[in-house]
């Protein structure tokens, strides 16, 4: 009988033959070994021994686990957690090391129906877009980057993954390679972004290039990729800049490029196709957004509710 780290390894194994990223095999492996652990504070070294009680005493402690700060995790983040011990166990089931799977009945919490946050206005986009400095290197840079975010609505990853050749600015489109899912996609890069970045690549990332091979599209000003952290930082920075009293992610301006679109009309399967949504229901949070703006609308200015004071 393997040890649970023997077990991992395997599953492990079986995820990089499926052609799954690094990050969302680092991902489960994190996840797996925070199950491990609870096994071992329950006296469990066998896998065989877990039984469908157990899997559930860990969705229980999960539920009663908090961070640093003393809060609860959110019901997403312990779903993720279960869902990793369920396919684990989906795999040691699948492969024979077990003949039953204790987790195949263990329900999942249910996800409270949440809509995002800090949507930006027309106007306050404006302000983000017009803070850097676009007379100096790294500001055009960040300016070429808050347009394409905008434009596009991409994540943070796949707009640092982004390669010069995956960027075609006659043709007004853009390559997003490996996204989320490990999932390519291709999304089209609006007129004024375009612009932007076309002049970056010629004017601007030719002062940042220190290796010719990197073809890394947005550079650090050592010549390198720049991390999610720095760009994640920079967008706070120009946030403040721009005196917004929202919070302002890549995901503010992820939410805010799907919400203006659909306040103008646009298609839901056009927005899953550009945000790189596997689900449909995963977009339609965006038809809330707006049914929700109508509602506040609605009782604002409609006549009979003025009435109503």
């Known amino acids: 009988m393997l040890d649970l780290t023997a077990y991992a390894e395997k599953y492990v194994e079986r995820l990089k033959v499926l052609n799954y990223s690094p990050r969302t095999i680092e991902g489960r492996r994190y996840d797996l070994f925070k199950f491990f652990r609870f096994l071992g504070e329950m006296g469990i070294s066998d896998i065989a021994a877990v039984t469908r009680e157990l899997v559930r005493d860990y969705q229980t402690h999960l539920y009663e686990e908090t961070n640093r700060q003393g809060e609860s995790f959110t019901v997403g983040s312990r779903n993720n957690n279960l869902k990793v011990a369920k396919l684990f166990f989906r795999f040691l089931k699948d492969e024979d090391y077990l003949a039953q799977d204790p987790s195949r009945d263990v329900p999942y919490a249910k996800v409270p129906k949440r809509l995002p946050r800090s949507i930006l206005t027309k106007q306050e986009v404006r302000k983000l877009l017009k803070a850097p400095d676009t007379h100096s290197l790294m500001g055009y ?92 930082q920079n967008i706070r920075r120009y946030a403040r800049r721009a005196k917004l009293q929202k919070s302002v992610t890549a995901h503010t301006l992820r939410h805010t490029c799907a919400t203006q679109m659909m306040r103008n009309k646009a298609n839901l399967r056009h927005i899953q196709e550009l945000l790189g949504h596997a689900c449909l229901t995963t977009t339609q949070v965006y038809t809330s957004v707006t049914i929700a703006e109508l509602k506040e609308a609605h009782k604002k200015y409609h006549p009979r509710e003025r009435e109503w004071v």
Do not use: W
């Open 141 to 232: 840079r960040d300016r070429a980057i808050l347009e394409v975010f905008y434009s596009t609505g991409l994540r943070n990853s796949e707009l640092g993954a982004l390669k010069v050749e995956d960027v075609d600015t006659d043709e007004g489109f853009l390559r997003v390679n490996l996204g989320k899912g490990g999932k390519d996609r291709v999304v089209p890069l609006g007129k004024i972004a375009c612009r932007y970045v076309e002049n970056y690549v010629k004017a601007v990332r030719p002062h940042l290039t220190k290796d010719q091979a990197n073809r890394t599209l947005f550079l650090s000003l050592r010549g390198n990729r720049m991390g999610r952290i720095v760009i994640a």
